[in-house]
Each structure stands twice: as C-alpha cells, then as structure tokens.
C-alpha cells in the first residue's frame, strides 16, 4: 500500500473487554512506533519495534498493554481488560531505521471504552 | 533523550511569514533535527529534517544555529490551512535512540 494503514478507523468496546488493534506499515520500512493521544492533548509513545531487535517497551502504561510485530510486517498493539482511561486515538508510524529519514503516521484508531 | 523547547502557542496572519522556534541545547553531534505538525483530526505529518546547514522545502524552511542548539521552522506564506500543532524532534543519525518523542508543540493559529 501507499502509507501506513491503520484497523479498525473506530472502535467501542465495553469496560473489561479486551481489544486489539492493527497497523500495517510501509513495505521495508523496518522501524515501527505506536503512540497514544487523547482528545487535546500530545503524542504520548507507547512502544517501538526496530528489526528483529528487543522493542522498546518503555511507554507502555500497565501490562494490561502489549504489541507484537512479525519481523518487519504488521504490528498488533493489544490492550486487556479495558477501563474508561483508555479511550483515545492510537496511532502507528514506520520509518527507515536511520534518523535522518521521516516517519509516515497512519489516521489512527479511534478507542472508545464505554 | 535529547529534549526540545517550543513556545505553547504563537499566531499568524495568513499570507505573512510565520518563524516558530525551537530550543534543543542539549543536541548531541549525531542528532537530526526533525519537524512535524500534525492539522485537527489527523496524525502528524513530516515537514522537514536537517542536520548542520539550513533546509529548503516546497513545505518550509529550516534555519539552524550555528551552534545547532536552536531551529527555527519558517513557513513563508500561512494560510488557513498551516493551522496546526507544530512539534520539533530531535533523531539520532545512527537509529540508536529512534523513539521519535513528541513534546508538546507549538500551536499555531492563522487569523485570515
């Protein structure tokens, strides 16, 4: 595909449930970044895969939140036993590895716990 | 990680130059300077990168100090659409510390 896509666009979930949200990057771009956003405010970075190197899990809030990724394809970002704190947009970027290269974003996953 | 200031907010009138700072005094040899903005309801968006010497865009312009420890993004001509959150990022050349960590950006508001 052309750019980073992002699934489901919307998503409302009832509190306890789990769920699961998808990103496909951009062919060979091997660095991928999960962010959350919620409404008025900034990019808070959750995680960052690079290669077939340990992710950067730093930002992840609790462990009601994981993400996995194959190798240099799609990235599931999975949060358990949703709680109403959780709403807001998730985004997704991939990129080159090196620094000097941009990030494309995708439009996000809009979560609304309910 | 390397940090960076910006000013909360700044105003434009459109058709004029708009110049919006960045403080990055702590920039290591090795990092990338990198702007993005993201516009109401959408994820950011690259505007431009630069490492020593200034950077031309069909988006922007990128100046930078001498002594790299300051940037300046300037958007020649605002329109209503340059409305945005404008967020400057430091990247390490060599993908070592990638993260790509937002800040909390310039709002930029574009009076017509």
């Known amino acids: 595909g052309a750019g980073v896509s992002q699934s489901p666009s919307n998503k409302v979930t009832e509190k306890g449930k789990d769920v699961e949200l998808r990103c496909d990057p951009i062919s060979g771009h091997t660095a991928l970044y999960w962010y959350r956003q919620r409404l008025g405010q900034g990019l808070e970075f959750l995680i960052y895969f690079q290669g077939n190197s340990a992710p950067d899990k730093s930002g992840l809030p609790s462990d009601r939140f994981s993400a996995e990724r194959t190798g240099e394809s799609v990235s599931t970002l999975t949060i358990q036993r949703t709680q109403q704190e959780d709403s807001a947009v998730y985004l997704c970027?991939?990129?080159?590895?090196?620094?000097?290269?941009?990030?494309?974003f995708g439009q996000g996953t809009r979560l609304t716990v309910v | 990680d390397a940090k960076t200031t910006q000013p909360n907010s700044m105003e434009s009138n459109e058709e004029e130059p708009v110049h919006l700072p960045c403080n990055h005094s702590?920039?290591?040899?090795?990092?990338?300077i990198h702007w993005y903005r993201q516009l109401p309801s959408q994820g950011p968006e690259y505007v431009i990168h630069?490492?020593?010497s200034n950077v031309n865009n069909r988006m922007a312009s990128l100046a930078i100090a001498e002594d790299r420890k300051s940037s300046t993004l300037i958007l020649h001509r605002a329109t209503l659409r340059d409305a945005a959150v404008y967020y400057c990022?430091?990247?390490?050349?060599?993908?070592?510390?990638?993260?790509?960590?937002f800040g909390t950006g310039t709002l930029l508001a574009v009076q017509p």
């Open positions: 702590t920039i290591s040899g090795t990092d990338y």
């Open positions: 990022i430091l990247r390490d050349v060599s993908g070592a510390t990638n993260k790509l960590i």
């Open positions: 970027a991939s990129s080159l590895h090196r620094g000097n290269t941009e990030a494309f």
């Open positions: 630069g490492l020593t």
